[in-house]
């Protein structure tokens, strides 16, 4: 079932960094119209001075393109320099090659692949159901290597639309779950997986899915221990800013099940608080807010032991816990929500801030009353400041305090000695506060948490601001907001493995998969529904299809917002082309420089500097200079503030590094990204926590490189701005601020 088409566009993708003049073409693949989307173009200067070159097969020059690019910026006063190109071509008859040409100079060369193996065919694995799943299928060719010039698309035309979409782009083949619950109210799913051989394609395969048949079929089971026995109906998790109004049905249920759950004792397992309690527990917030009062008892013994104060941070279990954690509560929305009487397939929306617009609080939590006036919306939390102290109650996300760059972290478990934490964490035990935070918790979990908790002052009450709600590890649970924000995080997880599943994968370690329990620690267990326990494992949480539920959507966020360059598609694997795959191995971790004391933070913020050990420094610049050697990690620069300490969770600084201006100018200024402090009092107290404080890690390497990288710089200036004023009775203190090299 081959079939050539008469392709009259291609559509090149590849990535160039205009600094350094290093680029390359990733796919090119052809496609019988144009794709790409208007309105890329205002980011685009007038000359780039890139080109796509055509050739024919005698090296004659059939024509110039120049392509749009799409570039990375992660903050508005940086110039910066790394694009993505995603440029549609218009393909003359005599096309045999494409060069991608900076200022003239020739970086990469495109030559299709002309020839192609028939036994391709035999090894399409296609519409496979998953074992015990009929909602999800698994398409792909294993066992096909890669061919320079070859690349496999698999695309899905769901019935009610015109266009195919892309699933997934790959050399080798891409292997790719399609879940019949992405394509709402479409019957039937056209599937087809191409071969794509330069400037033609060629269909290896395509079937026609029956969606409605499937679905629902298996009703979901709520007692089982294992959640893959129980989990037969895929739910479906939506952006809660496009459920189609401010109190869409999804949206009104949750607040019905909130309301309902909220008048439960503290101690039935399937009340609000005791779900709360399970991720942290403080009596004097709790009862000063109205969460609790002096009489009412908390869990007995057995149970605290057993499900409170389980919330995994600082840890490569942060993520698959707070899965786990996630799942049940759904279960016990789902299953509230059906007794009230409501639709039995609900989901938990999820909040993706960095979507345009919708960094704002969704309206339904913003308001005191129910949608037809009545007061006592459950979904309203009062102890949920915002980021602004002048307007508290004002909740919205700052887009310059939150970035993206964790996703393009490639390894799931890093170091706690400096060196990049990884996109997970660090390798821990059972961990209910650990001082070092990963890449994507670090980044953007802590500071949404403070951002939306925010903090205020209760005179004569404490002499120290109190966090709201959402500020601090031992009340965020009993916000509602939470939940949407987790699932948020939840998401990047899976659309970080989406974005390069050759490279960014979960730890394969046992005791990593089989958890803390399995070191004689304790177990991650929730109550279902009914009460019973479940015990799951990060192993379990890994393995994302064979779960219960999926999302609408896996695009990180919208490229112009969070500064990453999204795919083009849900579900696409695009923006994994924009950088070349990590190189892997041991890295060395060595201080190239550090302050001399302590750095208390108050008002807007603090300043210091840095002083650089000369050998290192040029160690650093010459290892930037040169590149790394094949296979070898690249040279990492990156920012430690260890030890911070205070007594303010809602914290959050954004950090810049300087360097004095020439002839006393005023210093340049680089963004280097944000720290938020959610966790810090706990883990600033020594009877609660460690007294250690937090530690946080910022990859510097290019705005280093800028300030410092040609070697001739004695120190390097540290510049930290509060997003609130930090009150002096908070006693934020950071313990020492070290620039480090990690490299070969
Ligand atoms: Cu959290």
């Not at 993505?84 to 005599?94: G, L, R, S």
């Not at 096909?144 to 496999?152: D, E, H, K, N, S």
């Not at 049940?328 to 509230?336: P, Q």
């Not at 478990?413 to 650990?434: K, Q």
Request: with cysteine; glycine share 12%; proline share 9%.
């Amino acid at each position: 079932m081959s079939e050539h088409q008469g392709d009259t566009f291609v559509h090149v993708i590849a990535n160039i960094d205009t600094e350094t003049g290093k680029g390359s073409i990733r796919y090119v693949l052809p496609s019988r119209q144009r794709t790409s989307s208007a309105g890329r173009a205002a980011a685009n200067p007038p000359d780039n001075q890139v080109r796509l070159v055509l050739l024919d097969a005698a090296g004659t020059v059939l024509g110039r393109v120049q392509p749009e690019l799409r570039f990375e910026a992660c903050h508005g006063d940086e110039k910066p320099t790394r694009a993505i190109i995603q440029q549609d071509v218009e393909v003359p008859a005599a096309l045999s090659e494409i060069d991608l040409e900076y200022r003239g100079q020739k970086l990469d060369a495109f030559r299709p692949e002309r020839a192609t193996s028939e036994a391709i065919e035999e090894s399409v694995t296609f519409g496979l159901p998953l074992p015990g799943h009929p909602d999800k299928l698994t398409l792909g060719t294993p066992g096909i290597g890669q061919r320079a010039g070859v690349t496999y698309l698999i695309q899905a035309k769901p019935n009610n639309a015109a266009q195919w979409q892309t699933l997934a782009v790959g050399q080798p083949t891409p292997q790719f779950v399609v879940d019949k619950n992405q394509f709402p109210g479409a019957a039937s799913l056209e599937v087809r997986i191409t071969q794509n051989t330069g400037f033609q394609s060629r269909t290896l395969d395509q079937r026609t899915i029956e969606l409605a048949t499937n679905r629902g079929a298996v009703p979901e089971g709520l007692g089982g221990a294992n959640i893959g026995a129980a989990a037969a109906v895929t739910h479906v998790r939506r952006n809660v800013w496009e459920l189609g109004g401010d109190w869409a049905d999804p949206i009104l249920w949750y607040a019905r099940a909130v309301g309902a759950l909220r008048t439960k004792a503290i101690n039935d397992r399937t009340s609000w608080r005791f779900w709360a309690g399970m991720h942290g527990y403080h009596q004097g917030l709790w009862e000063f807010y109205g969460y609790k009062s002096a009489a009412e008892p908390i869990p007995t013994g057995a149970d605290f032991d057993k499900f409170w104060e389980q919330c995994q941070h600082g840890s490569w279990f942060f993520l698959p816990w707070h899965r786990g954690y996630l799942i049940g509560f759904e279960k016990l929305i789902r299953s509230t929500v059906q007794t009230l009487g409501g639709p039995a397939d609900w989901a938990l929306p999820y909040w993706n801030y960095f979507k345009a617009n919708q960094n704002g609080l969704p309206p339904a939590f913003g308001s005191p009353d129910w949608p037809d006036g009545q007061g006592n919306n459950p979904l309203f939390i009062e102890q949920r400041w915002g980021p602004d102290p002048q307007q508290p109650g004002n909740v919205f996300i700052p887009l310059d305090a939150v970035d993206l760059n964790a996703m393009t972290v490639p390894d799931f478990t890093g170091v706690a000695s400096g060196g990049d934490p990884g996109f997970g964490g660090v390798d821990t035990g059972f961990e209910h506060g650990g001082d070092t935070h990963g890449d994507l918790e670090s980044q953007p979990h802590d500071q949404v948490h403070g951002l939306v908790g925010g903090e205020k002052l209760f005179p004569g009450v404490s002499t120290r601001p109190l966090p709201g709600l959402m500020s601090a590890p031992q009340t965020a649970g009993l916000d509602p907001i939470f939940w949407l924000h987790h699932a948020n995080i939840d998401r990047l997880w899976e659309a970080w493995r989406r974005l390069d599943p050759a490279n960014n994968s979960d730890p394969q370690q046992a005791r990593w998969k089989d958890g803390p329990a399995s070191l004689g620690q304790r177990s991650f267990v929730v109550p279902l529904a009914n009460g019973t326990p479940w015990e799951f494992t990060p192993g379990q949480m890994s393995d994302f299809a064979s779960l219960d539920y999926t999302y609408s959507d896996f695009t990180p966020g919208d490229p112009l917002v969070a500064g990453m360059p999204g795919p083009a598609r849900p579900g696409a694997a695009l923006a994994g082309g924009a950088a070349m795959p990590p190189p892997r191995g041991p890295a060395t971790v060595e201080v190239v420089g550090a302050s001399s004391g302590p750095l208390p933070v108050t008002g807007a913020g603090a300043q210091t500097s840095v002083q650089l050990d000369a050998t290192m420094r040029d160690k650093v610049a010459a290892n930037l200079a040169s590149g790394p050697a094949p296979g070898a990690r690249a040279e990492t620069v990156l920012l430690n503030l260890e030890n911070v300490r205070g007594y303010s969770d809602a914290t959050v600084l954004k950090v810049y590094l300087e360097s004095p201006g020439p002839g006393g100018a005023p210093p340049i200024e680089r963004p280097v990204g944000s720290i938020g402090l959610f966790g810090v009092t706990k883990a600033t107290d020594p009877n609660v926590g460690r007294g250690e404080g937090l530690s946080y890690v910022l990859n510097i390497t290019k705005a280093y490189s800028e300030l410092a990288g040609s070697g001739n710089a004695d120190k390097i200036g540290v510049r930290l701005k509060a997003v609130a004023p930090v009150h002096d009775a908070a006693d934020v203190k950071i313990g020492r601020i070290s620039i480090v090299r990690q490299g070969g």
